[in-house]
């Protein structure tokens, strides 16, 4: 009996951190269902019919400022990309880079990123995309339509939010880079993923992910002109 309860005790130190790194992701996902929720909620909040214009929304809860000596700003959450009439599956992403949390007061600060089109969205699958870089970027439009856009916005492949202590606006964050993280998604998901296959193709999505999911199905692709 003592050893059947020590074999026990060895299995349950092995698997105890593989639940405990899936169960960080799965709170991350739900922080960013709050956020985007919150957000759609306010009235400068982001245009519905921008977002329905949205290939792909990337959202990164409670970024913060990098460790003293280091430039910039560091955050993980997620990506999820349109397909047809749905969204696709979350990829696990970390954006790094940038000075934004600042630009309205706070040391957390919750991103929201746009992709605007295919482009933007290629660059990423290659390997990362660097804001103002890879990828013309843009501080995003308020309000609840996006007829204040300007020139540049309209051309931005990628558009950016922050909300920091209660305020909510489009930054500027071009040098910021985002990535998908295979170790992040390695333990949403339970193995090694393919981003690119997940994002563009679709397939079963944890159960954590299917509010935000939901929510982003809200919003359909605005009609072809």
């Known amino acids: 009996m003592k050893r ?6 060895a299995i349950l ?3 105890s951190p593989l639940y405990a790194s899936q169960g960080k992701q799965e709170d991350r996902i739900r922080e960013s269902t709050d956020v985007m929720k919150e957000i759609l909620n306010i009235p400068e909040g982001i245009p519905k019919d921008l977002l329905s214009k949205a290939e792909c929304v990337v959202i990164v809860p409670s970024t913060k400022k990098a460790a003293l000596g280091i430039g910039g700003e560091y955050g993980r959450g997620a990506i999820f990309c349109r397909i047809q009439d749905t969204w696709s599956p979350p990829v696990m992403v970390s954006l ?8 309205l007061g706070g040391t957390s ?3 929201v990123l746009l992709i605007m089109n295919k482009k933007g969205v290629d660059k990423l699958l290659e390997s990362k995309v660097t804001l103002g870089g ?13 007829s204040a856009e300007t020139d540049a916005q309209m051309r931005a492949e990628i558009l950016s939010y922050a909300r920091s202590r209660g305020l909510f606006a489009g930054v500027a964050l071009d040098g910021a880079v985002l990535k998908p ?6 333990d949403l998901y339970g193995h090694r993923i393919d981003p690119k296959q997940v994002l563009l193709r679709g397939g079963n999505a944890p159960a954590v992910a299917i509010p935000l999911i939901d929510l982003l199905r809200a919003y359909p692709p605005a009609p072809s002109k």
Request: cysteine-free; overall charge negative.
């Open 181 to 186: 993280s295979g170790d992040d998604n390695e």
């Open 96 to 103: 790094t880079g940038g000075s934004f949390g600042f630009q």
């Open 134 to 146: 890879d990828a013309s970027a843009a501080a995003g439009p308020k309000g609840r339509t996006a």
């Open 13 to 15: 130190l092995l698997i």
């Open 109 to 111: 600060t919750d991103v």
């Open 4 to 9: 059947v309860f020590l074999s026990f005790a």
